[in-house]
């Protein structure tokens, strides 16, 4: 369940299964059901709860003989859902994903078995045996865990502990070793804040240090893409680096959260409205043809009509290409979770639908501008509702959360990159053709 970085934690989970002789199968054929939680949100609860529950009707309908709960809803719940939830097996937490076969081999009908490290340290390495479920043309490497930024709503910090990055070395040779196996067009780096990478191991950010490694990396095209980057820890060099390296998408996720300077104090963010509009600017200005996504919380505790207008006027100047909108989740153990003047959740919702409308409008007239145009794509996947159609995706989307390119082409197939020209659009995709 959840983002990247805990498909990352599944496919080590994966690899360490496969190196210990477990078979892995689908749940129809499978003796063991595993589930890998999120526990970021609301939303992210309820869905990691309702996949446990159905694997539990399973166990009762004699199809699994056991069900194990791992990751991050155990470590932040701990043995209320031990309480609970009396039909799962065993509980572990994220510490305790690369110890999942000795857990499985120990588990006892008769009792139930719970594994959570009260302060988690553990990063995967190059080391770790692993198995991608990603299509084999892109992988995500996980470059750091944990987060120091203790943004007043978010629970990352309290659930993945402090923030650690892995050697600059490791990172490289589980790259050179996926690249061994099967040939990579695309590297997604992701961590909770990879602009912070390093700092723990060298006492400064080294992340551009690292680019320059994955990036000499030329024996053929490949993509190499930034995740999740902090905009307070955004400096000059990585900007230029952004603009003058032919590798690296021209691509930045940028979550501003909010615009209102009170809200962004009470989400004890780093930067005021100015400074996010003249880094905005300044990326803008210095990486031509940049794409820009972010993420803003709608509903804060505040969050006053006039000031959420002020969060809707700035996102209809600024523009952004991509665009999450989030209603704000109250989560225990958060210092927002006691700020006085709760947004009510009908307001939120009404709130979130104004801001979605006003994104649609956006990314339709952007992607009306690139009508005529030719676009490197890069193909994912055949199209299995078309047999002349494949669907790919430009420098400025990442897998799973932004748009698509639908293609119309033949003998080509996923990993290739290819020239379309766009002569159709959609809300937020593109349709096209090879010339």
């Not at 340290?121 to 190059?126: L, P």
């Not at 865990?145 to 502990?161: A, D, L, T």
């Not at 190499?224 to 400096?235: A, Q």
């Not at 995706?393 to 290739?416: C, H, L, N, Q, Y």
Request: charged residues 30%.
């Amino acid at each position: 369940m959840g983002c990247p970085r805990n498909l990352v934690d599944s496919e080590v989970l994966l690899g360490v299964l496969k190196k210990e002789d477990y078979e892995t199968a689908d749940i129809k054929d499978a003796d063991i059901g595993i589930v890998n939680t999120c526990a970021f949100i609301d939303d992210a609860k309820t869905e990691s709860i309702d996949t446990i529950l159905e694997l539990t009707e399973l166990k009762k309908a004699k199809r699994l003989s056991a069900v194990v709960v791992a990751g991050c809803l155990p470590q932040r719940y701990g043995k209320v859902l031990l309480k609970g939830l009396p039909e799962v097996d065993a509980f572990i937490g994220c510490d305790e994903i690369p110890k999942i076969a000795r857990i499985l081999r120990s588990l006892d009908k008769n009792k139930k078995l719970y594994d959570v490290s009260a302060k988690p340290s553990f990063i995967y390495s190059h080391t770790h045996p692993r198995i991608q479920i990603t299509p084999p043309h892109y992988a995500y490497v996980k470059v750091s865990e944990g987060c120091e930024n203790r943004c007043s709503f978010c629970v990352v910090p309290s659930i993945k502990g402090a923030y650690r990055s892995r050697p600059i070395e490791s990172v490289i040779k589980g790259v050179e070793a996926i690249s061994a196996r099967q040939r990579l067009s695309e590297i997604d780096l992701v961590g909770q804040d990879v602009t912070l990478y390093g700092k723990d191991l060298y006492g400064k950010p080294a992340i551009k240090a690292l680019l320059e490694k994955l990036c000499a990396f030329r024996e053929y095209k490949r993509w190499v893409r930034l995740l999740y980057t902090y905009p307070s820890h955004i400096d000059d060099g990585l900007i230029d680096m952004l603009a003058e390296e032919a590798l690296l998408c021209k691509y930045m996720d940028l979550p501003i959260q909010h615009i209102n300077d009170k809200i962004l104090k009470m989400m004890n963010r780093k930067m005021c409205k100015k400074d996010i509009i003249t880094l905005i600017e300044k990326i803008r200005k210095r990486v031509p043809n940049v794409v820009l996504r972010s993420s803003v919380i709608v509903g804060f505790p505040g969050e006053r009509d006039e000031t959420f207008q002020e969060l809707a006027g700035f996102i209809k100047d600024i523009r952004f290409e991509r665009l999450g909108v989030f209603t704000y989740s109250r989560e225990e153990g958060t210092p927002a979770y006691d700020y006085k003047n709760q947004v009510d959740e009908k307001v939120k919702l009404e709130r979130f639908n104004v801001l979605m409308s006003v994104q649609k409008e956006i990314a339709c007239s952007i992607n009306e501008s690139y009508r005529g145009k030719m676009l490197d794509v890069l193909i994912d996947e055949k199209d299995e509702n078309s047999k002349d159609t494949y669907i790919g995706r430009t420098e400025g989307d990442a897998p799973e959360v932004d748009g698509e390119v639908f293609v119309k082409a033949k003998d080509i197939k996923p990993g290739d990159f290819v020239k379309v020209r766009i002569t159709d659009t959609l809300e937020y995709d593109l349709v096209g053709e090879i010339i």
